[in-house]
């Protein structure tokens, strides 16, 4: 069993700067792709950045490219999401997965899901 915990949430101004957390307990981090899940009311979660487990390979939903940026630290079995320049349309409850499937980018392939954290964006 891996636990997640996501931090790093809040309400910011658009173009403001937060950095998400996810630390790893259970098991060690290395073994799973991790990615960040964003979920709006009455929405899917949809996929907001993927890393591979050895942080060489990285996948970013389009809106996000070029402002978000997702990292590891296998060491510290913490994954991060860099996410600058925020936009009204970047708000949501953001979770933090693993998943020991092969890369993929389904929330159905993760196994192990964190609590969420709140990202709000005020105009």
């Known amino acids: 069993q891996v636990q997640l915990v996501e931090s790093g949430g809040g309400l910011v101004q658009a173009g403001a700067s937060l950095r998400l957390s996810c630390t790893a307990s259970g098991r060690t981090l290395s073994r799973y792709t991790v990615a960040w899940f964003r979920q709006t009311p009455g929405k899917e979660r949809v996929l907001a950045a993927a890393i591979s487990p050895a942080g060489s390979t990285t996948n970013y939903l389009d809106s996000v490219k070029g402002r978000f940026t997702i990292s590891r630290d296998n060491a510290e079995n913490t994954a991060y999401l860099q996410m600058n320049n925020l936009e009204p349309e970047d708000p949501g409850v953001y979770y933090c997965?693993?998943?020991?499937?092969?890369?993929?980018?389904?929330?159905?392939?993760?196994?192990?899901w964190g609590q969420g954290t709140q990202v709000t964006v005020s105009s």
């Open positions: 997965a693993a998943s020991g499937s092969a890369w993929s980018f389904s929330a159905e392939d993760f196994d192990y």
